[in-house]
């Protein structure tokens, strides 16, 4: 009985988790964006629309990836909103290891090409 119930909940732990974009961030790994955190994007300041824009040039296959994740979504730009979302919060939920500060908020032009709200992120190192 109690090997039965060891396999169920072995089980239950091991079920496949749905891909996001925030799982193939996790995949892309904390060190890698922190690399690219520290040593791609420019600026110390920076929004999560400059991070998107420049994560979808140097991470394409992952960007690609990501699209394909969210056609449920329909047409691209309903997509890349979610994509964005995904990052946002991937990138809040790990300030201290990719070494960053969320300083607030900013207006911004987006990915589609429209200006829209962006939290606004400060290199700590």
Known sequence: QRMLNQNHITMATNRPTRTTAYTIMGEIGNETLFNFIH???PARKFTSHD???LFKTHFSNEYER???VYAEY???PYRNQQI???IGKYLGNHQQS?????IGKARSKNINGTVSSASIWR???
Do not use: R
């Open 39 to 41: 040593n791609v994007l």
């Open 51 to 53: 991070f998107t824009m």
């Open 66 to 68: 990501m699209l394909e």
């Open 74 to 76: 329909g047409e691209t």
């Open 84 to 86: 964005t979302k995904a």
């Open 98 to 102: 990719l070494h960053i500060d969320n």
């Open 123 to 125: 290199k700590t190192l």
